[in-house]
């Protein structure tokens, strides 16, 4: 009795750490003592993507659509909130599954079976988020800075919707540097983005990653914010990166991480409607285009062909 009297004590605290949402009182104060549980997943690093198809740059810079009178403020200032599920009205495909409804998330993603407050980041594949993440990080809206609105926008139309993060913070109230990006999801039939596709990512000034309560310091360090998206289901993902630091540096998404003004006036577009999706990130020099082949799949053909021939100077040999 003592025993199981002793376990209720020591797992009943615990329990109720797992329970804080950000709708609880004191948890803006929990989360800056470090005292909120957040389930982080440790990711395999994948040096190459599974087979599909190509996510591609746009060479045009900035927004698909500014943001105007037409847009409806998504949320409240808030820190780790959601908005949703919100009727799309029109199906989005997403990995084959069908939805028709969406929660936009403070943290810079869209979600659509439940919301996320998660604020530590993890990399892609994950089994825990079926996610999109124009840039998964710890937004914080509360504190407005210099420019633009602080705030989360969006606007429905037909077969479309699009979701801008304008001038956003990061935590704790900090506004010393802002982050703008946009996010569009359609029914695949929107010449926006270029029939075909389902999802676009745009940014203009990119220039924190982290929040304090996530290991960052001055914006920057800790857990990297991620870009790309998820299935849900430990395998099927695309990713254009992860990033932890200021500056333009960018080795592709299974390198180093990565410099966050790298995606400054960015634009990405792609079908996430596939059975698997890759992500290919554009090459700056519009001269030297990225390879539509990866390095990777070089090497295995060359090695296949090799085999090939060994095999058929075997067969002559043997004949």
């Given at each position: 009795?003592?025993?199981?009297?002793?376990?209720?004590?020591?797992m009943l605290p615990l329990f109720l750490l797992a329970q804080i949402n950000p709708n609880h009182p004191n948890y803006d104060e929990m989360k800056r003592n470090g005292q909120i549980q957040q389930q982080v997943q440790e990711t395999e690093l994948r040096t190459t993507?599974?087979?599909?198809?190509?996510?591609?740059?746009?060479?045009?810079?900035?927004?698909?659509?500014?943001?105007?009178?037409?847009?409806?403020?998504?949320?409240?200032?808030?820190?780790?909130?959601?908005?949703?599920?919100?009727?799309?009205?029109?199906?989005?495909?997403?990995?084959?599954?069908?939805?028709?409804?969406?929660?936009?998330?403070?943290?810079?993603?869209?979600?659509?079976?439940?919301?996320?407050?998660?604020?530590?980041?993890?990399?892609?594949?994950?089994?825990?988020?079926?996610?999109?993440?124009?840039?998964?990080?710890?937004?914080?809206?509360?504190?407005?800075?210099?420019?633009?609105?602080?705030?989360?926008?969006?606007?429905?139309?037909?077969?479309?919707?699009?979701?801008?993060?304008?001038?956003?913070?990061?935590?704790?109230?900090?506004?010393?540097?802002?982050?703008?990006?946009?996010?569009?999801?359609?029914?695949?039939?929107?010449?926006?983005?270029?029939?075909?596709?389902?999802?676009?990512?745009?940014?203009?000034?990119?220039?924190?990653?982290?929040?304090?309560?996530?290991?960052?310091?001055?914006?920057?360090?800790?857990?990297?914010?991620?870009?790309?998206?998820?299935?849900?289901?430990?395998?099927?993902?695309?990713?254009?990166?992860?990033?932890?630091?200021?500056?333009?540096?960018?080795?592709?998404?299974?390198?180093?991480?990565?410099?966050?003004?790298?995606?400054?006036?960015?634009?990405?577009?792609?079908?996430?409607?596939?059975?698997?999706?890759?992500?290919?990130?554009?090459?700056?020099?519009?001269?030297?285009?990225?390879?539509?082949?990866?390095?990777?799949?070089?090497?295995?053909?060359?090695?296949?062909?090799?085999?090939?021939?060994?095999?058929?100077?075997?067969?002559?040999?043997?004949?």
């Amino acid at each position: 009795m003592k025993k199981a009297l002793s376990f209720i004590v020591i797992m009943l605290p615990l329990f109720l750490l797992a329970q804080i949402n950000p709708n609880h009182p004191n948890y803006d104060e929990m989360k800056r003592n470090g005292q909120i549980q957040q389930q982080v997943q440790e990711t395999e690093l994948r040096t190459t993507l599974p087979p599909g198809s190509s996510f591609t740059a746009d060479k045009s810079s900035g927004f698909f659509i500014e943001l105007d009178g037409t847009f409806i403020q998504s949320m409240a200032p808030n820190d780790d909130l959601s908005v949703g599920p919100i009727d799309l009205g029109f199906t989005f495909c997403f990995y084959g599954e069908e939805y028709t409804q969406v929660y936009i998330n403070n943290n810079g993603n869209l979600s659509f079976e439940e919301p996320y407050f998660q604020y530590v980041t993890t990399g892609f594949p994950s089994t825990d988020y079926i996610m999109i993440a124009p840039f998964w990080g710890d937004v914080d809206t509360r504190a407005q800075g210099e420019t633009g609105t602080g705030l989360v926008w969006h606007k429905l139309e037909e077969g479309r919707l699009t979701v801008i993060y304008d001038h956003v913070g990061y935590f704790s109230y900090q506004v010393d540097k802002l982050n703008t990006f946009q996010v569009i999801i359609t029914d695949g039939n929107d010449p926006l983005i270029g029939e075909g596709n389902n999802v676009a990512f745009a940014y203009k000034e990119m220039e924190w990653t982290t929040g304090s309560a996530s290991g960052g310091v001055n914006g920057f360090g800790g857990s990297p914010a991620t870009v790309g998206v998820n299935k849900g289901d430990g395998e099927n993902f695309a990713l254009v990166g992860r990033f932890d630091q200021p500056g333009t540096c960018y080795d592709g998404p299974f390198g180093e991480n990565d410099c966050v003004s790298y995606l400054n006036f960015k634009r990405f577009v792609f079908d996430a409607c596939l059975d698997e999706v890759i992500i290919t990130p554009p090459d700056d020099d519009d001269d030297q285009p990225a390879p539509d082949v990866p390095l990777s799949n070089w090497a295995l053909y060359l090695g296949m062909i090799a085999i090939l021939l060994f095999t058929i100077f075997r067969i002559r040999k043997i004949m």
